[in-house]
């Protein structure tokens, strides 16, 4: 509670008025003004305290109620700013600085297996995240080389151009790390008939999920790297050339070995 001297009783004695000896109170307690001061002054229902600039601008005030000795509204008085300078150098504390964000792009040749048959691929991705955390968001372009089912009297050659977009969760080992990922996949799908009386091109649509792991050796700005996936797809793919009674089904699972290398900014 803030203690001060009666009204009647300040304005007899100028000296319970002293901003000077409210100042050396706080100077006792180790909370420095820092050029502001403290001007005391009578006021209607007590006593205005206030903390200034050097300038002359109020930075806060309060009135409080006369009531005690002199000492003692000096002693409140001083712990009434201290306060208030410690709510001010809060208020003026710089924010903590945002994690700066972290972002790698890298490429990759890849071997897939899988019916009706090995065949390469490629892709290009990025990823972006907070510097300093373990999770990563994660895109990626492919594309797969082609593969031929047999539909006698022909075949059918296709192939896939995927895109995907899921996380990365990355745990240390030291200088080198593992990676486990998880991302959903969307596909193109080329089709092309080859050995048919009339051969003739069609599109079509995929989607898929795909989880892998991952291993890699930051060597400065570049990272070269391992990655081992499996890919599910969810549509069924069902292939029917006209005029041939027989139709297949693509397949519906790949996996995939994949060597590649990012760059990061540092």
């Known amino acids: 509670m803030l203690l001060s001297l009666p009204l009647a009783l300040l304005a007899l004695d100028p000296a319970c008025l002293d901003g000077p000896a409210v100042e050396a109170a706080l100077a ?9 001061r403290v001007h005391l002054e009578e006021a209607e229902g007590g006593v205005r305290v206030s ?14 109620p006369a009531e005690g000795s002199c000492q003692a509204f000096c002693a409140a008085s001083a712990v009434l700013v201290a306060a208030w300078l410690t709510e001010l150098d809060r208020a003026h504390l710089p924010s903590p600085p945002s994690p700066p964000w972290h972002w790698e792009v890298g490429a990759a040749a890849r071997a897939l ?31 797969e080389g082609p593969r031929d089912e047999a539909l006698a009297p022909g075949r059918v050659r296709w192939q896939r151009f ?10 240390s080992l030291g200088k080198a790390f ?26 079509g649509g995929d989607v898929g999920a795909c989880v892998g792991v991952r291993a890699g050796w930051p060597l400065g700005a570049f990272t070269p790297w391992v990655d081992l996936s499996a890919t599910g797809w969810w549509i069924p793919a069902r292939l029917h050339v006209v005029g041939v009674a027989d139709g297949a089904v693509l397949p519906h699972f790949d996996a995939a070995l994949s060597l590649g290398v990012s760059w990061a900014r540092l």
């Open 28 to 36: 006792a307690e180790h909370a420095p003004l820092e050029g502001r």
């Open 113 to 143: 297996a899988g019916p009706p048959g090995p065949t390469w691929g490629a892709l290009a991705e990025v990823g972006w995240g907070t510097q300093g955390r373990n999770w990563t968001t994660r895109a990626e372009l492919g594309v």
């Open 178 to 203: 593992v990676a486990g990922r998880a991302e959903a996949v969307g596909a193109l799908l080329s089709l092309r008939g080859l050995g048919y009386t009339s051969d003739s091109m069609a599109l």
């Open 51 to 64: 903390l200034k600039e050097a300038t002359g601008e109020t930075l806060v005030q309060r009135v409080v």
């Open 162 to 171: 995927t895109a995907a977009l899921g996380g990365t969760y990355r745990f």
